[in-house]
């Protein structure tokens, strides 16, 4: 079993910047069998979507919407993904949600953080 926890959610002013910090924890084999991992998000209203995401091996995708403002990375030794997010817009509003998927089908999910950025 794995735990995700996200932290480094807030409110920023629009061209602000956050960064987005997802933990892992839990056992042993449960954290080497991950695989991809990734950011998503859900505003008010809207389904959740994906942000962005990364393999083990480093390769990533991002949203349209957020591609060369928001860079999403990982430390394999540290067991947590980041998303750095630069000139945040309102529109990114959202609680942000960190996700885990393993080799063998294992999924998790973080709790969520809210971010909020104001106009």
């Known amino acids: 079993q794995v735990q995700l926890v996200e932290s480094g959610g807030g409110l920023v002013q629009a061209g602000g910047s956050l960064r987005l910090s997802c933990a892992a924890s839990?056992?042993?084999?449960?954290?080497?069998?991950?695989?991809?991992r990734g950011w998503y998000r859900q505003a008010p209203g809207k389904q959740r979507e994906l942000v962005a995401a990364?393999?083990?091996?480093?390769?990533?995708n991002y949203a349209d919407s957020v591609k060369g403002r928001f860079t999403i990375s990982r430390d394999n030794a540290k067991n947590t993904m980041y998303l750095q997010m630069n000139s945040l817009k309102p529109e990114d509003t959202a609680v942000y949600y960190c996700?885990?998927?393993?080799?063998?089908?294992?999924?998790?999910w973080g709790q969520g953080t809210q971010v909020t950025v104001s106009s």
């Open positions: 996700r885990s998927q393993s080799t063998v089908g294992e999924d998790y």
């Open positions: 839990g056992s042993i084999f449960g954290l080497i069998r991950i695989n991809t």
């Open positions: 990364i393999t083990s091996g480093g390769s990533t």
